[in-house]
């Protein structure tokens, strides 16, 4: 192959981006996914109805105690934990693409409504205000979700690792417990977002603890705990079989309401109940505006926490069951679901695991099983909330509590010390501000650290020096594997990651300081693990060359990928080092070292010259030549030069 051929198939190799427009009909059906799976319902439509009537059935049954304990949770009327569960589940139905996903209120979500709305009204002596400005932050969080979703900013997310994510969210559940201890020991207590002061709060008032309270609330968590963690003896098969399938709290909101009234304990014994909730259905209200300004940070935390909450299960279920996310289009679903939602007094609301999975496990087949709950609440609305009245709240505390339980993950900065002590580190840090400092700083601070930690990782990447394995052609690292060989006169340095602004120094000063010194000839870039290169790299690459030229030592490179290549070609980087210089693998680099070294040692026939840190060789008299690419007299083949292709 000559090179005019060669660069001409280098120019045509970088792969052309084109942008395909969707038609108007494809458009409305990925922001309307209803139009795709409605019409195909019909498909096996028995089993479809079925399973989405048990799930939405069995949801909406759950979504009744829930709704009422996460507005409690919120320092809302409870109320409006029904009416947050009414309107976004349904737009969450119309609009998103998983067909597990349960959308209403949850534990952190609400968490986060009451430490951050509490801080701008008292939920207390300014009610009114407390409750507009939470139904306001539902509409700024769905204007911020439906944003980004347009925008197609969902990846903003993968900001928030793994450990803030852990760390905050076993903080918020110890913050959500013990705030729902007041409820069930009947007591009165300073509202806080911090741990300790809830706990010192908690303790002070002990003496006045309601012993009749707080035995409804060991019940309730008695019989919760009893249907989540069945004996698992045989003779308690007849209750997995016919009671386990029953939602539990919904079961315990009965029975204790019915025993609460027929003793009238509210009045006999000091219980602390839900008192009057109002019925029927929400009607539309345009949100207090007024406002917004103030709850911008708080609505961008809900964003990151509830939609990273939400993809998490979701994601779970649609790799399960084989079927592909929308991550924008799920933003824009949740985005949607809490703007409708806010008109209708409405707070914040996202996903929720346990729902999700209740949902899942009950058999839902479609986004209709969502729809379907929806029923079962506006029955509640409609015509079940007085039922309500004689509720203990010592009950509903009892339901949060057993459900945030298991957040609380003691075991998981042990095993992320195994893995990362950074990430290990990272998890405590976030868990003691959220827990101890505030919700709000805690997660700011942690995704500071998160994306420092990115910079860091970054800037700081794994390199090695490679030898040769003996009798094969894989290149290791020295240090790792004692058996590889180095090659006299050669050095190989990988560098494993991408080479830009934030490591180009590092890969400059490791390259020069392993590669370019006295006894070495030839240096071999292995550029396997990099997939970038930018200005910054580039500087550092020229760098490298000229010290290189003045050292006498050729810099050849080995297993460029299409993207680094596109770019050095852009630049000319491929023509000012020579495109001889480049090879398909190490061992091809490797081997046309050791040819080039042999023409370098002989009888002086050929004539040497340094150009830009490449050293041009002329062979009169010699068979070898690197341009033809023949076959070197190792026992592998030399790869021929001149070839470069996108990996």
């Not at 609400?110 to 701008?120: A, E, H, K, P």
């Not at 693998?585 to 009888?603: C, F, I, P, T, Y």
Request: glycine fraction near 8%; hydrophobic fraction near 50%.
């Amino acid at each position: 192959m000559n090179e005019s051929t060669h660069q001409e198939k280098f120019e045509d190799v970088a792969p052309k981006k084109t942008m395909k427009v969707p038609s108007f009909s494809a458009f409305m059906h990925i922001i309307l996914p209803i139009l795709t799976w409605l019409p195909n319902y019909k498909n096996g439509w028995k089993d479809k109805l079925a399973g989405d009537l048990r799930a939405g059935l069995t949801v909406g049954v759950l979504l009744v105690p829930q709704g009422l304990a996460y507005a409690l949770l919120a320092e809302l009327p409870v109320e409006y934990g029904l009416f947050s569960a009414f309107m976004p589940p349904l737009v969450y139905g119309l609009l998103g693409s998983s067909r597990e996903m349960s959308v209403a209120p949850v534990a952190v979500v609400s968490l986060l409504t009451s430490s951050g709305v509490s801080q701008i009204y008292d939920p207390v002596n300014e009610q009114a205000k407390y409750i507009g400005a939470a139904i306001a932050l539902a509409l700024l969080l769905g204007i911020i979700q439906l944003s980004m979703g347009v925008l197609r900013l969902g990846f903003i997310v993968n900001f928030l690792s793994h450990p803030v994510l852990s760390g905050f969210t076993s903080a918020s559940a110890l913050i959500i417990g013990l705030s729902q201890l007041k409820h069930v020991f009947g007591i009165n207590t300073e509202r806080s977002p911090h741990v300790h002061e809830v706990l010192e709060s908690t303790v002070l008032e002990l003496k006045h603890i309601n012993y009749v309270s707080f035995g409804i609330g060991l019940g309730t968590m008695a019989i919760l705990l009893l249907w989540k963690y069945p004996p698992s003896s045989p003779k308690f098969a007849w209750f997995k079989k016919y009671f386990k399938p029953f939602p539990s709290a919904m079961l315990v909101v009965i029975l204790m309401t019915v025993i609460s009234s027929q003793l009238d304990l509210n009045a006999n014994d000091g219980v602390k109940v839900v008192g009057t909730v109002p019925g029927g259905l929400p009607s539309p209200e345009a949100p207090e505006v007024g406002d917004l300004g103030k709850l911008i940070v708080l609505a961008l935390t809900i964003t990151i926490i509830s939609y990273m909450e939400s993809m998490a299960i979701a994601k779970v279920y649609a790799d399960d069951r084989g079927y592909k996310l929308d991550y924008n289009q799920e933003l824009m679903a949740l985005g949607a679901a809490n703007i409708v939602g806010s008109i209708f007094l409405s707070f914040p609301t996202t996903g929720g695991f346990s729902r999700t999975a209740v949902n899942a496990n009950a058999g839902a087949k479609t986004q209709a099983a969502g729809i379907f709950g929806v029923i079962v609440i506006a029955i509640a609305l409609l015509a079940a909330t007085e039922l309500f009245e004689q509720l203990p709240k010592a009950v509903l505390g009892a339901i949060v509590i057993i459900a945030v339980a298991p957040l609380v993950n003691i075991m998981e900065p042990i095993r992320l010390w195994k893995v990362d002590k950074m990430e290990s580190i990272l998890l405590v840090i976030t868990f003691a501000l959220t827990a101890f400092v505030g919700v709000e700083i805690g997660v700011g601070v942690s995704v500071a650290l998160s994306v420092l930690v990115i910079v860091w990782n970054a800037s700081r990447p794994h390199y090695t020096l490679e030898g040769r394995l003996p009798g094969t052609t894989i290149y290791r690292n020295v240090k790792r594997y004692e058996e590889a060989e180095e090659i006299d006169g050669v050095k190989i340095f990988r560098f494993d990651a991408n080479v830009f602004f934030a490591n180009a120094g590092l890969f400059e000063d490791k390259f020069k300081k392993k590669c370019l010194y006295d006894g070495v000839k030839f240096a071999i870039m292995d550029l396997n693990a990099c997939n970038g290169f930018d200005s910054s790299a580039l500087h550092a690459l020229h760098l490298i060359l000229h010290d290189a030229e003045h050292k006498g030592i050729t810099i050849l490179v080995a297993n460029m990928k299409g993207p680094v290549r596109d770019v050095f070609l852009r630049v000319g980087i491929i023509d000012e080092m020579g495109r001889e210089n480049f090879y398909q693998s190490v061992h091809g680099a490797v081997l046309a070292a050791q040819e080039r070294m042999k023409a370098l040692g002989d009888d002086g026939n050929e004539k040497t010259t340094a150009n830009n840190g490449v050293v041009t060789i002329n062979m009169e008299n010699k068979a070898f030549s690197v341009l033809d690419g023949e076959t070197s007299t190792d026992d592998a083949p030399f790869d021929p030069v001149v070839k470069l292709y996108t990996v």
